[in-house]
């Protein structure tokens, strides 16, 4: 079964320019000798944790695990390269059901000009498991020929927080085929002075929490501002459970859009110039006084308990 996956994935996967030797061999050969700062991330997703694969096309899951990746080099505003793709497959329908991972993720990968070099194969009597390492090209920054990816450390004290999108129900579908901001964040680290950034991937107040403590600094929220969508106020009238939007916003994670630090005055030509096509927001200011706060119309400042996705274990 795993020779005749190799085979199918050989004939399906599309030549790239940067791959010399793709899935076959021991190891994949790429051309890369223009990069000069290489960015690599990885996520590992499962069944029963990232997704149910009972009540989901694995199509869609394929895509999930891609775009996830894709999402952590939009972080950093990094041109995506080449991928690398092991899976753990059940021993009962495996093959089927990697044909249809890669169904799902190839389209993806072409949209980006990614090159899949190859990967590993297992199977096991666990649940489906899923890791992707995406390698990335930095890229050169505003008013800089040098590159220059964005990092979580770089917000400053008077700098302002910055969203793309809309925050919070993402369980209804969204998680599940969202747009990585990778044009989006490539387009506004060279056209304006980003300070820091992250994906909000576990949530919006607990990743803003991960810029606050890389950076040394705090960060009062203005929840009026935070774009909350529509699936979120869906949600929280399906769930009916006494929480609000507004909560889901801050908290439910898998958004994977952009959060980032900006001073004042870029702030204001990036919100003037609306230069990417989605939805902008300035959401608050990064402040000296380490920690998060949060403030509105009816309340003054007040400390913000970051909430959001966390994998606990011992």
């Known amino acids: 079964m795993e020779f005749e996956l190799i085979e199918h994935l050989r004939r399906r996967?599309?030549?790239?320019?940067?791959?010399?030797?793709?899935?076959?061999?021991?190891?994949?050969?790429l051309q890369m000798a223009d990069i000069d700062q290489c960015v690599m991330t990885v996520d590992l997703l499962t069944d029963q944790v990232d997704f149910e694969l009972e009540k989901v096309d694995p199509r869609?899951?394929?895509?999930?695990?891609?775009?996830?990746?894709?999402?952590?080099?939009?972080?950093?505003?990094?041109?995506?390269?080449?991928?690398?793709?092991?899976?753990?497959?059940?021993?009962?329908?495996?093959?089927?059901?990697?044909?249809?991972?890669y169904e799902g993720l190839l389209p993806l990968a072409e949209q980006y000009d990614l090159a899949v070099a190859g990967g590993d194969t297992n199977s096991w009597d666990g649940p489906l498991a899923l890791s992707i390492t995406l390698i990335g090209k930095a890229l050169s920054g505003h008013n800089t020929e040098q590159p220059r990816p964005l990092r979580r450390d770089g917000a400053q004290p008077g700098d302002r927080i910055i969203l793309t999108g809309s925050f919070g129900g993402s369980i209804l579908g969204h998680h599940f085929d969202f747009t990585p901001r990778i044009r989006e964040a490539i387009i506004l680290n060279q056209k304006y002075n980003l300070h820091a950034g992250i994906d909000a991937s576990d949530g919006l107040s607990i990743d803003l929490s991960h810029i606050v403590k890389e950076s040394g600094c705090g960060a009062i929220l203005d929840l009026d501002a935070v774009p909350v969508s529509k699936d979120a106020q869906r949600l929280a009238a399906q769930l009916d459970d006494g929480s609000t939007s507004l909560e889901h916003a801050l908290?439910?994670?898998?958004?994977?859009?952009?959060?980032?630090a900006v001073s004042p005055k870029e702030a204001q030509r990036m919100l003037t110039d609306r230069p990417v096509g989605v939805l902008l927001t300035d959401v608050g200011l990064f402040v000296e006084e380490p920690g998060l706060w949060q403030t509105d119309s009816q309340h003054g400042k007040r400390k913000l308990i970051p909430r959001g996705w966390e994998h606990k274990f011992d």
Not at 16 to 29: I, K, M, N, Y
Not at 79 to 98: C, Q
Not at 251 to 260: H, T, Y
Request: aromatic content about 2%; glycine content about 8%.
């Open 251 to 260: 908290s439910d994670g898998e958004d994977f859009e952009l959060i980032l």
């Open 60 to 101: 869609r899951v394929g895509r999930k695990a891609l775009a996830v990746n894709l999402s952590d080099l939009a972080a950093m505003a990094a041109e995506p390269v080449a991928a690398v793709i092991s899976l753990a497959l059940p021993r009962v329908g495996g093959l089927e059901l990697a044909v249809k991972i």
């Open 13 to 29: 996967i599309p030549s790239h320019s940067r791959l010399l030797l793709g899935p076959g061999d021991d190891a994949a050969v």
